[in-house]
């Protein structure tokens, strides 16, 4: 990520991480190292690392790590104590694990960071914690949604205080907790999940192929599933939903291209529109079958008792024209 004239090009992960980088005065450090190596992102690991040397300078190579704080704490070792690296005791991963969970708690993304001379001794650096808000009028539309029958999910890759947290502030957990996590549904066997699956509303620490698995689930127990999403890694559950809809403006050309439909302002209230005129158009369709049927079965049932009883036909070819002509023509125009 790069940031041009007060805005974030790339990443809204990485320009937050910059941001913060700028206000400690720490954004020109980048210039004194060379990266020689990176291990990239997967939602499987959950964290990434570099290998970087310094510049013009004779000294040993350093990886920076950051992401999960469970996975990064594994490859540590040692932790900061104001500039000095300390053996990193049972008490103090619990003592960060206890600040982490109060970080997520607050509705925070948390990241851990981590450096050192190889993995798996590395020295932890500390926890940064990312707000990433609602968009406006989401906790509305989902109101709204819930109210009209649709149920919405959340599926997250967050940690659960996090998740849970920024579920109840968009108010899709509002009263009973139900949260399943990504080692649950790896675990669970299709059946069971697709039993269960209706009265969960919130998925954490999930990957890619869990998506999938939720939506086959949600489908199997009979739901119509539309699903958003603007990442690379959400391409397969786009064109695995009923209906995918991607962001046209945060989302990739890989969303877009996987998705039934694009909001092109990302606004998730959108969806409510597409669905009243969805709901709109299956309505009228509904009604005016059964206009036609109604008035097509009353026709034929005339004309069939008259035959039965040898009566003369009731209607001729105009009269039977005409009656077309009055019972198609008005309703065609609703």
Same mark, same amino acid.
């Given at each position: 990520?790069?940031?041009?004239?007060?805005?974030?090009?790339?990443?809204?992960?990485?320009?937050?991480?910059?941001?913060? &980088?700028?206000?400690?005065?720490?954004?020109?450090?980048?210039?004194?190292?060379?990266?020689?190596?990176?291990?990239?992102? +997967?939602?499987?690991?959950?964290?990434?690392?570099?290998?970087? %040397?310094?510049?013009?300078?004779?000294?040993?190579?350093?990886?920076?790590?950051?992401?999960?704080?469970?996975?990064?704490? =594994?490859?540590?070792?040692?932790?900061?104590?104001?500039?000095? %690296?300390?053996?990193?005791?049972?008490?103090?991963?619990?003592?960060?694990? =206890?600040?982490?969970?109060?970080?997520?708690?607050?509705?925070? !993304?948390?990241?851990?960071?981590? +450096?050192?001379?190889?993995?798996? !001794?590395?020295?932890?650096?500390?926890?940064?914690?990312?707000?990433?808000?609602?968009?406006?009028?989401?906790?509305? &539309?989902?109101?709204? @949604?819930?109210?009209?029958?649709?149920?919405?999910?959340?599926?997250?890759?967050?940690?659960?205080?996090?998740?849970?947290?920024?579920?109840?502030?968009?108010?899709?957990? *509002?009263?009973?907790?139900?949260?399943?996590?990504?080692?649950?549904?790896?675990?669970?066997?299709?059946?069971?999940?697709?039993?269960?699956?209706?009265?969960?509303?919130?998925?954490?620490?999930?990957?890619?192929?869990?998506?999938?698995?939720?939506?086959?689930?949600?489908?199997?127990?009979?739901?119509?599933?539309?699903?958003?999403?603007?990442?690379?890694?959400?391409?397969?559950?786009?064109? +695995?939903?009923?209906?995918?809809? %991607?962001?046209?403006?945060?989302?990739?050309?890989?969303?877009?291209?996987?998705?039934?439909?694009?909001?092109?302002?990302?606004?998730? +209230?959108?969806?409510?529109?597409?669905?009243?005129?969805?709901?709109?158009?299956?309505?009228?369709?509904?009604?005016?079958?059964?206009?036609?049927?109604?008035?097509?079965?009353? %026709?034929?049932?005339?004309?069939? @008792?008259?035959?039965?009883?040898?009566?003369? *036909?009731?209607?001729?070819?105009?009269?039977?024209?005409?009656?077309?002509?009055?019972?198609?023509?008005?309703?065609?125009?609703?």
């Amino acid at each position: 990520a790069v940031i041009r004239k007060a805005a974030v090009m790339g990443q809204p992960t990485e320009g937050a991480l910059l941001a913060l &980088a700028m206000k400690m005065d720490l954004d020109d450090i980048n210039d004194t190292y060379v990266r020689t190596k990176e291990i990239p992102f +997967s939602s499987e690991q959950k964290w990434m690392a570099v290998k970087c %040397a310094l510049k013009n300078q004779d000294q040993e190579d350093i990886y920076f790590m950051k992401g999960a704080f469970k996975e990064v704490m =594994q490859h540590c070792t040692m932790f900061n104590n104001g500039g000095i %690296a300390l053996p990193l005791t049972p008490q103090q991963k619990a003592s960060y694990a =206890q600040e982490e969970k109060c970080m997520g708690s607050l509705g925070l !993304r948390v990241l851990a960071l981590a +450096s050192g001379p190889e993995l798996g !001794r590395l020295t932890f650096l500390g926890l940064v914690g990312i707000i990433d808000p609602p968009r406006e009028g989401v906790r509305e &539309a989902i109101e709204v @949604l819930n109210g009209s029958g649709v149920a919405v999910k959340m599926i997250t890759g967050d940690a659960f205080e996090t998740a849970l947290a920024i579920g109840k502030n968009i108010g899709i957990c *509002n009263g009973k907790i139900n949260a399943m996590s990504g080692e649950e549904l790896e675990n669970i066997d299709d059946s069971t999940l697709s039993s269960r699956i209706k009265n969960v509303s919130i998925f954490f620490r999930t990957s890619p192929k869990h998506k999938v698995k939720i939506i086959k689930a949600l489908q199997k127990a009979g739901a119509i599933v539309g699903m958003t999403g603007d990442g690379v890694n959400d391409a397969v559950a786009l064109k +695995s939903a009923d209906i995918g809809i %991607a962001m046209g403006r945060a989302g990739t050309d890989v969303s877009k291209e996987a998705a039934n439909m694009i909001l092109v302002d990302d606004n998730f +209230s959108a969806i409510i529109h597409a669905i009243e005129e969805g709901k709109g158009i299956f309505y009228n369709i509904k009604n005016f079958v059964r206009f036609q049927l109604s008035t097509s079965i009353s %026709a034929l049932s005339l004309i069939t @008792l008259s035959t039965i009883f040898n009566l003369p *036909n009731p209607l001729n070819a105009m009269q039977i024209l005409w009656i077309n002509i009055i019972m198609d023509g008005p309703p065609a125009q609703r």
